[in-house]
C-alpha cells in the first residue's frame, strides 16, 4: 500500500473509528484499525464485535494494499504531526508514515486477522437529519440500566411509525418517551416506509451515535435489516458513503410501556423550571446517600416545599411558588432522576402530575409535547 | 444417532486442536447446531461478525470435521439467532434498599407475578383442551385437595401459560387470602443460582414453602439442573405435604423430560397429568374472531378461515398472523380482502407449509425409530418396519390430506387399500393407547419444529 493523505481528514477518521476500540485481552487483534485501501478511499475500520465502524477518506493511491495497526500509538502519533501531506506505506507487516520532517515505522499485523465485516442486506431505508435525531436520542440516552436479568430494558427501543419515531427508555424506575415527527424535517426526502420497523439499541450504540453523527448537520441513513441496524453518512464531496456504524441488537421483547403511562394525577403542579431544578440540586446536597428528597405539596399555599436531610450533614428546607391542583400531599423523590428528566425537558415551564406517595408521575413540557418523563417515587419511611 | 449437540462437540472438539484458543473463545462461543436434516447443517451464531468469520475462514474446517462425522452432509449454513449481549455491570443494589418504588411492568402483580389478562373468561375451549380446563377449573374451587399436583403438557402456542395463568388468577377471586405464586423455571433456575451465590439458599426456599398456590410454568428448563432439582424437589415436598396446590406445565410429559431425576419425575407423575392437543379448524376461527373481538378489529369470514386453514400447530402463531393483518390496515386504511391477505402472510404461511413436506413426515418418523428413510419406503413385511411406515402413512394423511393413492405411490406403489388399512389401524390404536397419542405427537412437534 501506497497512499498520500491529509492529516487532518486522517486524524478525524481515526477519531470517528477508535472510539469504540475497547481493550480486547482475548483477541488482541480488536486494539487494533485496519487500514485498506478502495479505489481512490482510504478505508479505516474498527470493531468490538457489538458494532462496527467504517470511515472512508479520498485519498491519492499509488498501490492498494491493507494492514492493520495497533490503535492507541497511531492516533496519538498522527494528532502531533502538522497539517500536511502524509505519505502512508507498508512493506511486509510494517507500516511507515512519513511527512517533510518526520518518520516513523509501526509494527502491524496481517489483516488476514481482522474480522470480516457483514455485508449491508437492507430491507427499507429512511433518512433523518443527523443533528436532530441525536438530539431526540440524547434526551433519552442515560436512561438505560444495565441489568443482566433484563437485557432488553438496556437499550433504547426504537419504533419508526408511520408518520413518527418513538424513542423508547427505562432503568424500571423511570421511563422516557421521544417523538420525532418526520414531517418536522424530513422535507420531501423519503418514501414512508412499508412495515413499521421495531427494534432495541444497545444504549453503547447510542452514545457512539451521538459521538459521531450529533454535530454534524447532515442527512442521517438508517438502514433495516433482520439482525443488525445501519446508520451511515455520505461525504459532502462525493456520494460515497463517509461513515458506516452498525450494531447488533438486543433480542427480547421491549415491555409495553403504554401502560404505565399515567393518564390520571392527584395532584398537577405548573412550575418555573429553573427555579425547580435549582431547589432540587440544592436540596440535593443534603440528601445523603439515600438520593431522597421530600416535597410537601400544598395547594392552598400555592407553594412546594423542598426537604432534604443527611445525618452527617445537616439539613435543607427550600420553597417555591407554584400553580397547583391537588389536595395537600408528601411525596418523596430521588434527586438523580429528577435532575435527569428536568434537564431534558425543554421550555420555560414544567407540568409535574403526581399520583400520590406511591403512583407514577409525569413531567413534561407545557410547550413541547414531544417529550415526557415518567418517574416512580421513593416510598416514604 | 446423534444429537445436533453431541454433533457439534464433536467439531468443536476438533477445531479447537487447530486454532489459538483466543480466537476459538471469540468464535465458537455461543454457536451451536439449530438443526441437522437432509445433509444439510444450520449452524446458530451469536452475531454477524461471528457469521461472516465462520463462513469465510472456518467452513472449510467445519465442513471437513462434519463430513468425517456423517458423509451425508453436503451443505452448511450459518444463522444469527439471540445470543444475548454481554452485560458485565450490576444494576445499582443501594435504589433497591432505600425503597426505590419500580414502575409495573404492564399490570404484572408483583407479589404473584399473575397477569390479570390471562382468565378463563377469554379462554377459549374445544375439544384439544377439554380436559385441561376442565381439571383447572375443577382445582380452582378447592385448591390442594384434588389433582395435586396438576401437570399440564403440550406443545409450543397452544396455551399452557395461559391456562396456568388462569388458574391463579381463577384462585385469588375465589381465595383472595391465599398466597400464590407464578413463576418461569427459568427464573427459578436463576433465583436459586443467585440465592446459593449469596448465601441464602434457606432464605429462598423458605420463602416459597410459604406459598399456597406454586405454578412453576416450562419445567422442561429444569432438566439437566440437578442443583435446582434438588431444591425444587424439597420445595416440592414441603408443599405437598401441607396439602397446597402445586401446578406446573411443561412442553412434554414428564417421562419424556430427559435428565429428570427420577424422584422428581415420579412427583410430577403422582398427580394429574393432561395434555393440550392442536385446536380444530373450528376452534381455529373461534380464536381468531375472538382475539379480533379483543383488538377492536373486524376481518372477513373467508380471511378467518383462510388463516386458520393455514396456520395449523400454534395458537401464538395465529395471533401473530393476525397482528400483522390489524397493522398493515392501520397503515393503509382500507379493509383488506382474502388475495391482499394472502400476500401479506406469504412468509409465514410459505414456512409453514414447507416444513410439512411429505418427505420431512417420513424422513422425521424415520428418526423417531432410529431407521433409515429407504427402510420405510421399501417394501418389507419386517415388524420394526412396519409400524412406523403405517404411522408415516397415517401423518402423511392427517397432517397433508393427501389421497390414498398418492401416499400409497411414496411407499414403493403399495395399493390405496393397504394405506386405508394403516390409517385406520393407527386411529383405532391411539384411541385405545395412551403413548402411541404421546409418540405421535412428539412426532408432529419435531416435524413442525425448525
Redesign the interface.
Known amino acids: 500500500m501506497i497512499l498520500e493523505i491529509l492529516q487532518e481528514k486522517l486524524k478525524q477518521g481515526l477519531f470517528v473509528v477508535e472510539k469504540i476500540i475497547t481493550k480486547s485481552t482475548t483477541l488482541p487483534i480488536l486494539n487494533y484499525v485496519l487500514f485498506k485501501t478502495e479505489g481512490n478511499f482510504l478505508n479505516l475500520s474498527a470493531t468490538d464485535l457489538e458494532m462496527g465502524i467504517r470511515w472512508w477518506g479520498l485519498s491519492k493511491i499509488e498501490k492498494q494494499g491493507k494492514i492493520v495497526i495497533p490503535s492507541r500509538v497511531l492516533s496519538s502519533f498522527i494528532g502531533f504531526l502538522p497539517n500536511k501531506k502524509i505519505t502512508l506505506k507498508t512493506k511486509d507487516l510494517n507500516f511507515f508514515i512519513e511527512t517533510e520532517k518526520n518518520k516513523s515505522q509501526i509494527k502491524g499485523m496481517s489483516s488476514e486477522e481482522f474480522p470480516l465485516f457483514p455485508n449491508l442486506i437492507t430491507e427499507e431505508t429512511m433518512v433523518f437529519d443527523s443533528f436532530l435525531f441525536c438530539r431526540g436520542l440524547n434526551q433519552i440516552i442515560d436512561i438505560p440500566a444495565v441489568s443482566s436479568s433484563r437485557p432488553e430494558i438496556s437499550g433504547i427501543f426504537f419504533q419508526f411509525k408511520k408518520d413518527h419515531l418513538v424513542l423508547a427508555a427505562t432503568d424500571s424506575f423511570r421511563l422516557g418517551e421521544k417523538k420525532l415527527f418526520y414531517s418536522d424535517f424530513l422535507k420531501e426526502k423519503n418514501i414512508p416506509l412499508d412495515k413499521e420497523y421495531l427494534f432495541i439499541l444497545p444504549q453503547k450504540t447510542a452514545r457512539e451515535i451521538i459521538n459521531i453523527f450529533g454535530e454534524k448537520k447532515r442527512d442521517l441513513k438508517i438502514y433495516f435489516s433482520p439482525n443488525q441496524v445501519t446508520f451511515e453518512i455520505l461525504m459532502e464531496e462525493t456520494p460515497f458513503p463517509q461513515i458506516q456504524l452498525f450494531s447488533r441488537l438486543i433480542d427480547g421483547e421491549y415491555p409495553n410501556y403504554q401502560e404505565i403511562i399515567p393518564q390520571k394525577f392527584t395532584n398537577q403542579i405548573i412550575l418555573d423550571k429553573k427555579e425547580f431544578l435549582n431547589q432540587v440540586k440544592i436540596a440535593s446536597l443534603f440528601s445523603g446517600k439515600i438520593s431522597e428528597i421530600k416535597f410537601k405539596i400544598n395547594s392552598s399555599k400555592e407553594e412546594v416545599q423542598v426537604f432534604s436531610q443527611s445525618a452527617d450533614l445537616g439539613e435543607y428546607h427550600g420553597s417555591l411558588k407554584a400553580k397547583i391542583k391537588g389536595e395537600t400531599l408528601s411525596v418523596s423523590f430521588n434527586h438523580r432522576f429528577l435532575i435527569n428528566g428536568l434537564l431534558n425537558i425543554e421550555g420555560n415551564q414544567i407540568i409535574f402530575e403526581i399520583n400520590g406517595q406511591e403512583g407514577p408521575a409525569i413531567l413534561k413540557s407545557d410547550q413541547d409535547q414531544s417529550y415526557f418523563y415518567v418517574i416512580m417515587p421513593i416510598k416514604s419511611r | 444417532m446423534m444429537s445436533n449437540e453431541e454433533l457439534w462437540q464433536a467439531v468443536i472438539a476438533q477445531i479447537q486442536l487447530n486454532i489459538s484458543s483466543?480466537?476459538f473463545?471469540?468464535w465458537f462461543k455461543n454457536t451451536n447446531i439449530l438443526s441437522f436434516n437432509e445433509g444439510g447443517v444450520i449452524v446458530s451464531v451469536p452475531?454477524?461478525?461471528?457469521?461472516?468469520?465462520l463462513e469465510?475462514?472456518y467452513n472449510k474446517i467445519i465442513f471437513k470435521t462434519l463430513r468425517e462425522i456423517d458423509p451425508k452432509i453436503k451443505d452448511i449454513k450459518y444463522t444469527?439467532t439471540?445470543?444475548?449481549?454481554?452485560?458485565?455491570?450490576?444494576?445499582?443494589e443501594?435504589?433497591e434498599q432505600?425503597?426505590?418504588?419500580?414502575?409495573?411492568?404492564?399490570?404484572l402483580n408483583k407479589e404473584t407475578n399473575l397477569n390479570p389478562r390471562y382468565t378463563f373468561e377469554n379462554f377459549i375451549v374445544g375439544p384439544f383442551n377439554e380436559l385441561p380446563y376442565a381439571a383447572a377449573t375443577a382445582l380452582c374451587q378447592n385448591p390442594g385437595s384434588v389433582y395435586n399436583p396438576l401437570f399440564v403438557y403440550g406443545g409450543v402456542g397452544l396455551g399452557k401459560t395461559h391456562i396456568l395463568q388462569a388458574i391463579g388468577n381463577e384462585i385469588i377471586k375465589n381465595f383472595p387470602d391465599k398466597k400464590i405464586k407464578y413463576i418461569p423455571s427459568e427464573k427459578f433456575i436463576?433465583g436459586i443460582i443467585n440465592a446459593i451465590k449469596n448465601r441464602e439458599a434457606e432464605n429462598f426456599k423458605s420463602k416459597f414453602k410459604a406459598i399456597d398456590v406454586l405454578i412453576v410454568d416450562d419445567v422442561q428448563f429444569l432438566a439437566g439442573k440437578e442443583k435446582t432439582q434438588e431444591e425444587f424437589f424439597h420445595i416440592f415436598n414441603a408443599l405437598y405435604q401441607k396439602n397446597n396446590q402445586i401446578v406446573i406445565s411443561s412442553d412434554r410429559s414428564p417421562k419424556n423430560i430427559p435428565a429428570l431425576t427420577e424422584r422428581l419425575r415420579s412427583r410430577f407423575e403422582g398427580g394429574m397429568i393432561v395434555d393440550i392437543g392442536i385446536p380444530d379448524l373450528e376452534t381455529r376461527v373461534v380464536i381468531l374472531k375472538t382475539k379480533a373481538q379483543e383488538k377492536k378489529v373486524e376481518f372477513s369470514e373467508e380471511i378467518y378461515h383462510y388463516i386458520a386453514s393455514q396456520i395449523q400447530k400454534n395458537i401464538r402463531e395465529l395471533e401473530g398472523c393476525l397482528n400483522r393483518l390489524i397493522?398493515h390496515q392501520k397503515?393503509n386504511k382500507t379493509p383488506l380482502d382474502l388475495e391482499l391477505t394472502k400476500v401479506i402472510l406469504k412468509n409465514i404461511t410459505l414456512s409453514s407449509s414447507k416444513t410439512a413436506s411429505p418427505k420431512k413426515i417420513i424422513q422425521t418418523v424415520a428418526e423417531f425409530y432410529d431407521l433409515k428413510e429407504k427402510d420405510l419406503l421399501v417394501s418389507t413385511r419386517r415388524k420394526e418396519i412396519v409400524f412406523p411406515r403405517q404411522i408415516a402413512m397415517y401423518l402423511l394423511r392427517t397432517e397433508n390430506n393427501y389421497s390414498y393413492p398418492f401416499i400409497g405411490k411414496k411407499f414403493s406403489g403399495k395399493d390405496h387399500t393397504t394405506v386405508i388399512y394403516s390409517f385406520e389401524k393407527i386411529s383405532r390404536e391411539i384411541e385405545k393407547n395412551e403413548k402411541l397419542e404421546e409418540e405421535i405427537n412428539l412426532i408432529k412437534q419435531r416435524i413442525y419444529s425448525p
Open positions: 483466543a480466537n473463545a471469540t452475531n454477524s461478525f461471528t457469521k461472516e468469520w469465510n475462514k444469527i439471540k445470543g444475548g449481549l454481554k452485560i458485565t455491570k450490576k444494576t445499582s443501594i435504589l432505600i425503597n426505590q418504588l419500580e414502575l409495573l411492568e404492564t399490570g436463576s397493522i397503515l
